[in-house]
């Protein structure tokens, strides 16, 4: 089992930053760590995942360039600096985790722990 606890959320204006950190209950190296975000009335998407043991990193278009996975194992923690945002960008984000043995899991349907999620909101 795997406790995950997200923080960072809040408010900002288009273009402007947050930082999302998660917190894990246990040692995550050898999980994948993904971050996922829900708009009202959409399904849920990833954004970015790592993998813990080797930094290995995936980005859904919409976010390259704008949004950093990073992790401190150490800490058990995962972060997700989220730059130049846009009110697309507003959202539930979600930090997930899941078994990380083969390639990199990007659908929500592949990973097994979830935390409660913090809320995004960019207004322009």
């Known amino acids: 089992q795997v406790q995950l606890v997200e923080s960072g959320g809040g408010s900002v204006q288009a273009g402007g930053s947050l930082a999302l950190s998660c917190a894990a209950s246990?040692?995550?190296?050898?999980?994948?760590m993904g971050w996922f975000r829900q708009a009202p009335g959409k399904e849920r998407e990833g954004v970015a995942v790592?993998?813990?043991?080797?930094?290995?990193?995936y980005y859904d278009d919409s976010v390259k360039g704008r949004l950093t996975i990073s992790q401190d194992s150490a800490q058990k923690r995962v972060f997700l600096q989220m730059n130049s945002l846009k009110p697309e960008d507003s959202a539930m984000y979600y930090c997930?985790?899941?078994?990380?043995?083969?390639?990199?899991?990007?659908?929500?349907?592949?990973?097994?722990?979830w935390g409660q999620g913090t809320q995004v909101t960019v207004s322009s």
């Open positions: 997930a985790a899941a078994s990380c043995w083969g390639k990199l899991p990007v659908g929500p349907e592949e990973y097994i722990y």
């Open positions: 790592i993998r813990v043991r080797d930094g290995h990193t």
């Open positions: 246990r040692y995550i190296y050898g999980y994948c």
